[in-house]
Nanobody
Framework: QVQLVESGGGLVQAGGSLSLSCVAS????????MAWFRQAPGKEREFVAA????????YYTDSVKGRFTISRDNAKNTVYLQMNSLKPEDTAVYYC???????????????????WGQGTQVTVSS
């Protein structure tokens, strides 16, 4: 079991940057795949980015490729999401999530992640 706490959200103008952090507690972080999801008001939770525990390999949803970067520091039990060139449509609550098992794009579904943080609000003004 992994407990997750996100931080780093806030209000930023379009074109700006934010860096999110997710600190994990629990012994299985270093062997857990980590992901960021987001949920805007009235919309379903959607996948943003993920990083495997091993290589590490990464996946990104198309709308953030080239703008967002996911990384992890196993020594600090932390996963990061660097967000650049932010757009108003990036506004959402961002959640950190963890799972083990296979790491494929097909498994980047919220219902396959069993561990979640409380979320951090990101608001991008136009």
């Amino acid at each position: 079991q992994v407990q997750l706490v996100e931080s780093g959200g806030g209000l930023v103008q379009a074109g700006g940057s934010l860096s999110l952090s997710c600190v994990a507690s629990g012994r299985t972080f270093s062997t857990s795949h980590m992901a960021w999801f987001r949920q805007a008001p009235g919309k379903e939770r959607e996948f943003v980015a993920a990083i495997s525990w091993a290589d590490p390999s990464t996946y990104y949803t198309d709308s953030v490729k080239g703008r967002f970067t996911i990384s992890r520091d196993n020594a600090k039990n932390t996963v990061y999401l660097q967000m650049n060139s932010l757009k108003p449509e990036d506004t959402a609550v961002y959640y950190c999530a963890a799972r083990r098992g296979t790491f494929t794009i097909e498994t980047m579904r919220s219902n396959l992640f069993g561990n979640w943080g409380q979320g951090t609000q990101v608001t991008v003004s136009s």
